[in-house]
């Protein structure tokens, strides 16, 4: 499996998650490294679940709090199957300061759940599939989230970025960490709907 990693401190966070997930282990971390287009199919899905996955990696630790306050547990542990374009520590940390502070309160609880939706596909969308969706488009396509709204991937050369309703874009950084009811695919921004 081809894989990319995240910038130097997400490398080791790799690591981890690929050993809690029963993956072999990762290949040399090259720093910001944007996921290969003609990345591989993911290793046959690991014991844990999505949720479980994101537990065991320190790098997804804001995620999962996030995930815990939209009351979203329950669903990403469910059967799926999931794909879910994750966003790592330092994408929540380049969001304005106190930004996810404020949507974890509980007052906030039903926009968060969009927002986190909106990071969420249904079905199990393996990098290479994808991509190849994207390139037999002219090198890009959309994709329907689970919060109802389309993200558009692009691919060029080796870099897949992924376009949100705002026109943010944020670039798949560790792709295919298969999972009992899904795939995760980490990114180094935080999409927001519409």
Same mark, same amino acid.
């Given at each position: 499996m081809k894989t990319s990693s995240l910038a130097l401190i997400a490398a080791a966070s790799l690591g981890l998650a690929t050993a809690a997930c029963s993956q072999e282990p990762? #290949? =040399?971390?090259?720093?910001? #490294?944007?996921?290969?287009?003609? /990345?591989?199919? &993911? #290793?046959? /899905? /690991?014991? !844990?679940?999505?949720?479980? /996955?994101?537990? &065991?990696? @320190?790098? *997804?630790?804001?995620?999962? !709090?996030?995930?815990?306050?939209?009351?979203?547990? #329950?669903?990403?542990?469910? =059967?799926? @199957?999931?794909?879910? *374009? &994750?966003?790592?520590?330092?994408? *929540?940390?380049?969001?304005? &300061?106190?930004t996810v502070e404020n949507l974890t309160q509980p007052a906030q609880q039903e926009q968060l759940q969009g927002i986190l939706t909106y990071h969420v596909v249904q079905g199990n969308l393996l990098a290479a599939d994808i991509v190849a969706q994207a390139q037999a488009n002219g090198g890009s396509t959309t994709v329907t989230t689970v919060q109802g709204e389309d993200l558009t991937v692009n691919v060029s050369g080796s870099t897949v970025t992924i376009t949100d309703a705002a026109g943010g874009t944020a670039t798949v950084t560790t792709p295919d960490l298969a999972q009992s009811n899904g795939v995760i695919h980490g990114i180094d921004a935080v999409l927001m709907p519409e």
């Amino acid at each position: 499996m081809k894989t990319s990693s995240l910038a130097l401190i997400a490398a080791a966070s790799l690591g981890l998650a690929t050993a809690a997930c029963s993956q072999e282990p990762a #290949e =040399p971390a090259t720093p910001a #490294e944007p996921m290969a287009a003609d /990345a591989m199919a &993911a #290793e046959p /899905a /690991a014991s !844990t679940n999505i949720v479980q /996955a994101a537990q &065991a990696s @320190p790098d *997804f630790s804001t995620l999962v !709090t996030a995930v815990q306050a939209a009351g979203l547990v #329950e669903t990403l542990s469910g =059967p799926g @199957p999931f794909t879910v *374009f &994750a966003p790592t520590n330092a994408a *929540f940390d380049a969001l304005p &300061a106190g930004t996810v502070e404020n949507l974890t309160q509980p007052a906030q609880q039903e926009q968060l759940q969009g927002i986190l939706t909106y990071h969420v596909v249904q079905g199990n969308l393996l990098a290479a599939d994808i991509v190849a969706q994207a390139q037999a488009n002219g090198g890009s396509t959309t994709v329907t989230t689970v919060q109802g709204e389309d993200l558009t991937v692009n691919v060029s050369g080796s870099t897949v970025t992924i376009t949100d309703a705002a026109g943010g874009t944020a670039t798949v950084t560790t792709p295919d960490l298969a999972q009992s009811n899904g795939v995760i695919h980490g990114i180094d921004a935080v999409l927001m709907p519409e």
